[in-house]
């Protein structure tokens, strides 16, 4: 039996995990399934195939100030087993998508 998993099913399979540790709101969690979206239209945007994807996390981007600590904007980290890498699709806290990045053997596609 052949199982196909979207890139969105992935980000929202570690977005509990997520909500219950680091975010800790309903409303956050919420904003993690829109950004999931988001992650799979920039994912296809940039000609990755779901099927290369062996793994996505979906990690706030933090900051501190005053003491208190402040979602700034996630990071979306898309495994790949096409390159050994992975693919960093960076987003605002409306998961706007303001940039994407390669790490290890994973190179961007040139436009």
């Known amino acids: 039996m052949t199982r196909i998993?979207?890139?969105?099913?992935?980000?929202?399979?570690?977005?509990p995990a997520l909500a219950q540790e680091k975010l800790k709101t309903p409303e956050r969690y919420q904003q993690l399934k829109r950004c999931g979206a988001q992650v799979e239209r920039a994912a296809a945007d940039l000609g990755i195939d779901p099927a290369d994807v062996t793994k996505a996390s979906l990690i706030p981007v933090?900051?501190?100030?005053?003491?208190?600590?402040?979602?700034?904007?996630?990071?979306?980290?898309?495994?790949r087993t096409s390159c050994g890498g992975q693919v960093v699709i960076q987003m605002?806290?409306?998961?706007?998508?303001?940039?994407?990045?390669?790490?290890?053997?994973?190179?961007?596609?040139?436009?």
């Open 5 to 15: 998993v979207t890139i969105l099913g992935l980000v929202l399979l570690a977005a």
């Open 62 to 79: 933090t900051q501190y100030r005053g003491g208190s600590e402040y979602v700034t904007g996630f990071e979306a980290w898309l495994t």
């Open 92 to 111: 605002k806290t409306d998961c706007a998508v303001r940039g994407a990045y390669g790490r290890g053997n994973c190179k961007m596609p040139r436009k």
